[in-house]
């Protein structure tokens, strides 16, 4: 385990409180022995200082308030003395477990391609932080400042890592900030499904804010499954950076399922010729939540082809939010984008915002998108009582139908029945 | 006259024309035909002006104008008229106004007085009639929504009202039924005279049991390989285009 | 119409793709000294003979002006505005208050015979015959108020209209003429510290018109006003207010140009539609201020506030713009849908080409049931022109049944322009619905060379596609302005091809 002391005292509220943890660990941290890492963690530390935590007058945080983040304190994570804390059955036949941030060797598969980064730091200098960007993205910043370990997934030329979950469990009894850093590297050729999975255990307010970088290279193709099952009371804050070399492929799809406050954000540079990406998700959000799935796109070659369907399903007092991007610069000719969002309101007191944006700057294109926004088709709902089947279970199939239809688009099959299962019986769960 | 010397065009670096050789005397018709790849299509856009089109040699010159050196708006204003094999849709472009502003386009550069609305549509409905098409195809957007039948006779339609001198048909019998390849072939037909000619870009011998040409020649590698009369179409069908590549 | 007509021949006489309106009337000018401050805008208000409460009305515009800063999140950019470098009045010296058209200068009515915009109510009646392709039945005239720099010089058909119990002036002669009617409309749509553009029009706001159409009134004819901005380094700062009592029908016409110079001119208007139960506004226009030069030199900073409120019940308020001129537009006429069943729509074309910038679309704000809005924005990107529509539809929770829908195209000519889509969907109601759609796409190929083989030149092939693309919009104009909105696309992207 980490030879971090355990500091159980509340640190003060808002980015200050931050900072000052920063200060106080600086020298703990793992890796404070390589100077390019201090570096960087000064540089995050800086740009966060400087940027603070985003208020709603930013424009991209115009929907979600980091209000209940700003006004509480956050304390470190205590070192885990046992780790019999019950995990939820295992996604994919090989599972890596992370617990408060931490890799934990003895409940994780030997054989999944995934180490711990914080033990082997000296071989990522270069590759840490040159994905991820801080200027604008403060919690991204914040994160290169404190982060104390994650996954270090890199796969060799034409490697096949197969499909593995990597399991994030916050021991949520006491309200603890944990920044989590993942770093994935695919080299030519090279295949990956990864199902990151976040995992709240306890009613406590919590912060899991993880940064997750990929390095996609030519002809690499990544799945990346992602369960957001946050506790009742947690945050989660996430940050996905993603650059895809030529005829590469990062293939996406975020459940938002848990969680009080829930944000996603993903930054995806298509930086090859024909390189590829979808952006698909689902946001589950029920009474008290608020889920947020905010995309950027970026078209920086030619040729290339992109996908996003999002779709949202809200009940009781809940807000849901999506913000979707594409940049099209001028060299990408021949772009093909397309960007649906969908949602479905389930609830008087519930309000959806959505922004899907395009920002073309070359003339050859075929870009588009399309928002509807919702209430449950009566005369769907109609047909099916009138062969029998009571309101609640018609309803029920209506709300499935509706986002099954997204999952549908994710390709690998473990992946996609970890999402279908997280997604069915939702509602009726709600409604319980 | 249309007259093609030693025509050489390539495409991306690919020579597609290999020294084309054709004389279509005026009020002549004269059928091309030639197998898949042969460079049909190729010929009948360069001698248009298609963009993407390079040519490498040889000249085409029509009544003695230098077809090569002009934009494809001005052979159009001389008399050449290109009939599709795809005819384009233009989504919120109004027929009647598409094809009044291309008419009135070409009656400027002939020196001719532009029809206004009135006489326009008088002019479009007698020629509507008499190729059997629905008057509201004139409101609909061009070749939006039309099906493949109707949108060879707007090109048909086109012609009648354009009167060209010099019609390159590009395969325009590519799947249409019976019915229309007759109106398709009436309509030519009814342009036939002296002062009109036009080369009939076809696969099969079908169209020209209705156009019945004055020549045929056949296109093979991106070269005239034989010519002869009508009944050379005939022989064709009957053995095929591989006795030609034979011989 | 010859009024169309002869704006028509006169920009079909353009071969160069130069501006048609850059001429510079030659007159006698009275203006307040430079500068803003208190003094210039108790300058105005005594000029105008304006009552007390409408002077501390701009005084407190300006105060609020003053802690306000400008508006940096539109997708343009340009150098600082120095506003105390700029003229806040401007008049053609002449007596002051209403006179009949035979009293204006002759310069001004010449002025805007070149514009072609006759303000001679025969001129107008005697092209009702022989209209060329125009339908058998007779055309209704249309009634002008223009508004030469910062005053209304002229308005057409006020008596007959006046017949009706219709109020057609300028702003300025309402405030004598109607008070109790501008005191009860302005500001109750714009309020005076709603934004920076139009806290500063509150303050400083010269003339503009003033419509009042009385209960089940259909007005008889088009109104019109023609805004041109003559004068150098003058800002144009009007204000129009135009109301439909319950059951009454209008339809307004605007349309603007200026002369070419190479500095660049603020006109920073506030229009507030009022639409009572039963009533029908629908406001056309087409914006051909000066756009600048190929470099970018010169043009109109146009940052205009519109707002529509649909107050009554069943009220229906439309805006259609064209805009093709400017060298920033910065503008989202918008509908406050509060009557239950009203509806709002907009309908839009905006048009960038050489250096010039737009940011325009449009707020729906649905707060009553059953409120209905439509959106159709067709933006077209040429040169180095950079087109953003921007658009915000807000369902509040009591507006059950509300409907959206929302068409967003845009079009590329070239490869140095951008095409940008910012829609903002916000939805708080569950029995609404909202549907929204944008493309991006370019001008194919095969399509103009399909145009070019029946004879079209590329230029013409292009403005073929080009209206064919804006068809809905188009068809939304009154059909005189719609012909003429035609030619201008064309000739706004002159020199985008080839």
Redesign the interface.
């Known amino acids: 385990m980490n030879a971090i002391t355990e500091h159980n005292a509340l640190t003060e509220p808002g980015a200050a409180g931050f900072l000052h943890r920063f200060e106080g660990l600086r020298a703990r941290l793992p890796g404070r022995d390589l100077p390019w890492l201090q570096s960087l963690r000064e540089a995050g530390a800086a740009s966060f200082r400087e940027q603070g935590f985003p208020t709603r007058r930013v424009e991209a945080w115009k929907y979600t308030d980091l209000g209940p983040l700003k006004e509480a304190g956050f304390g470190e994570a205590l070192t885990p003395v046992d780790s019999a804390i019950p995990l939820p059955r295992a996604a994919a036949p090989r599972r890596v477990v992370f617990i408060d941030g931490r890799f934990s060797p003895e409940l994780s598969d030997p054989d999944a391609p995934v180490r711990s980064l914080a033990r082997h730091l000296d071989e990522v200098e270069g590759l840490l932080g040159s994905v991820a960007r801080h200027e604008g993205v403060p919690l991204a910043a914040l994160n290169t400042a404190l982060f104390e370990d994650g996954a270090l997934i890199d796969l060799a030329p034409g490697e096949d890592g197969g499909v593995v979950e990597l399991l994030s469990v916050v021991r949520a009894d006491r309200p603890v900030a944990l920044h989590p850093r993942h770093l994935v590297r695919l080299a030519p050729g090279a295949k990956l499904v990864l199902i990151e999975r976040a995992w709240g255990h306890g009613e406590s307010r919590y912060l899991h804010s993880p940064v997750l970088e990929f390095q996609v290279a030519a002809d690499a193709h990544v799945t990346h499954a992602r369960l957001q099952q946050e506790g009742p009371a947690g945050i989660h804050l996430s940050t996905v950076f993603a650059t895809v070399a030529e005829k590469g492929t990062y293939d996406s799809f975020l459940l938002h399922a848990g969680a009080r406050l829930a944000r996603a954000e993903a930054y995806v540079t298509l930086a090859g010729a024909f390189s590829a990406a979808h952006l698909n998700g689902a946001q589950l959000v029920g009474d008290g939540q608020h889920a947020d799935c905010t995309t950027f796109l970026d078209h920086a070659a030619p040729d290339c082809p992109s996908r996003q369907t999002v779709k949202t399903v809200l009940a009781g007092r809940s807000r849901g939010v999506f913000q979707g991007k594409i940049h099209v610069h001028q060299i990408a000719q021949r772009t093909d984008g397309y960007q649906m969002n969908q949602a479905l309101l389930l609830s008087e007191q519930a309000e959806i915002d959505s922004k899907p944006q395009l920002e073309i700057y070359a003339d050859d294109v075929k870009c588009s998108h399309g928002a509807t926004v919702g209430a449950l088709d009566e005369t769907q709902l109609f047909y099916l009582r009138s062969r029998g089947i009571p309101e609640a279970e018609a309803r029920s199939m209506l709300i499935e139908a509706f986002l099954l239809d997204a999952v549908e688009t994710v390709e690998n099959e473990v992946a996609r029945a970890a999402l279908s299962e997280a997604v069915s019986g939702w509602w009726q769960r709600m409604a319980a | 006259m249309l007259k093609i010397e030693g025509l050489r065009a390539e495409i991306e670096g690919k020579e597609i024309l290999k020294g084309i050789d054709l004389e279509v005397p005026t009020g002549e018709i004269h059928a091309i035909m030639g197998p898949n790849g042969s460079g049909k299509s190729t010929l009948s856009y360069v001698l248009?002006?298609?963009?993407?089109y390079e040519i490498t040699g040889g000249s085409a010159t029509f009544n003695g104008q230098d077809l090569l050196a002009m934009?494809?708006?001005e052979?159009?204003?001389t008399g050449l008229?290109?009939a599709?094999q795809y005819?384009?849709e233009?989504?919120?472009?109004?027929n009647a106004?598409?094809l009044r502003?291309?008419l009135n386009?070409?009656r400027r550069?002939k020196g001719e007085s532009e029809l206004?609305?009135?006489q326009f549509l008088k002019l479009a409905r007698e020629r509507m009639r008499a190729l059997s098409m629905p008057e509201d195809m004139l409101k609909r957007?061009v070749n939006v929504g039309f099906s493949g039948g109707e949108k060879k006779r707007n090109e048909v339609l086109?012609m009648a009202l354009?009167k060209p001198s010099l019609a390159i048909l590009d395969e325009t019998d590519s799947g249409l039924d019976i019915d229309a390849l007759k109106i398709v072939a009436d309509g030519v037909n009814a342009m036939r005279g002296p002062d009109f000619s036009s080369l009939v870009i076809t696969h099969y011998q079908r169209l020209l049991d209705y156009i019945v040409p004055d020549r045929v020649h056949v296109l093979m590698q991106g070269r005239i390989v034989q010519s002869g009369g009508p009944e050379l179409a005939k022989q064709l069908e009957a053995s095929g285009y591989a006795s030609v590549e034979a011989a | 119409m010859p009024a169309v007509t002869e704006t028509i021949d006169t920009v079909a006489a353009v071969t160069s793709g130069t501006y048609k309106y850059g001429f510079e009337t030659e007159i006698e000018m009275e203006f307040a000294p430079k500068g803003l401050n208190e003094d210039i805008v108790r300058f105005i208000s005594a000029k105008k003979n304006e009552p007390d409460w409408l002077l501390a009305w701009r005084l407190k515009a300006f105060a609020m002006w003053k802690t306000m800063e400008e508006p940096h999140w539109p997708a343009v950019s340009y150098p600082q505005i120095d506003y105390q470098d700029a003229y806040y009045y401007a008049a053609p010296v002449k007596k002051q208050g209403p006179r009949s058209l035979d009293e204006v200068d002759p310069e001004l009515l010449r002025t805007y015979e070149k514009l072609g915009i006759p303000l001679k109510e025969q001129a107008i009646l005697a092209g009702v015959e022989g209209a060329g392709e125009s339908p058998a039945e007779g055309r209704m005239p249309i009634a002008v108020d223009a508004v030469f720099d910062s005053v209304s010089v002229a308005t057409s058909y006020k008596e007959r209209l006046g017949k009706e119990g219709i109020i057609f002036c300028s702003i300025s002669e309402a405030v004598q003429e109607h008070p109790e009617l501008v005191r009860q409309y302005l500001g109750s749509v714009v309020p005076q510290g709603d934004n920076f553009f139009a806290a500063l029009n509150s303050a400083v706001f010269t003339d503009g018109s003033f419509v009042y159409i009385p209960k089940g009134v259909r007005c008889p004819m088009e109104l019109s006003t023609y805004f041109r901005i003559n004068a150098k380094s003058t800002g144009q700062f009007e204000r129009t207010l135009i109301i439909a009592d319950e059951g009454a029908t209008v339809s307004y016409l605007e349309g603007c140009t200026a002369p070419m110079r190479d500095e660049n001119q603020l006109h920073a208007a506030v229009v507030e539609l009022v639409a009572l139960d039963d009533a029908s506004i629908k406001y056309s226009t087409v914006q051909n201020w000066y756009p600048g030069d190929e470099n970018g030199v010169g043009g109109i900073y146009n940052f205009v506030t519109k707002r529509g409120a649909c107050r009554g019940k069943r009220s229906k308020i439309s805006w259609t713009q064209v805009e093709t001129g400017s060298s920033i537009t910065w503008k989202y006429p918008s509908c406050i849908l509060q009557g239950d069943d009203s509806v709002g729509e907009f309908y839009s074309v905006a048009i960038t080409n050489n250096r010039q910038q737009a940011d325009t679309g449009t707020k729906m704000i649905h707060i009553g049931r059953n409120t209905r809005s439509t959106i159709v924005s067709k933006g077209i990107s040429a040169g180095k022109g950079q087109n953003t529509y921007r658009g915000l539809v807000k369902i509040l929770p009591k507006a059950s049944g509300a409907r959206n829908f929302t068409q967003c195209d845009s079009l590329l000519i070239g490869d140095q322009c951008g095409a940008h889509t910012v829609p903002y969907i916000e939805n708080r109601c569950i029995s609404a619905k909202v549907e929204h759609e944008a493309t991006t796409s370019r001008i194919a190929e095969d399509q103009l060379f399909y145009c070019r083989q029946r004879g079209l030149s590329e230029e013409d092939a292009v403005g073929l596609i080009v209206n064919g693309f804006c068809r809905e919009v188009l068809k939304e104009l009154p059909m005189e302005f719609a012909v003429e909105a035609q030619k201008l696309l064309q000739i706004s992207l002159e020199g985008s091809v080839g």
């Open positions: 248009s002006g298609r963009e993407g934009e494809p708006e052979r159009a204003a008229f290109l599709f005819p384009v233009l989504p919120g472009v109004g106004n598409f502003t291309a386009a070409q550069a206004d609305a009135m957007g086109q354009l």
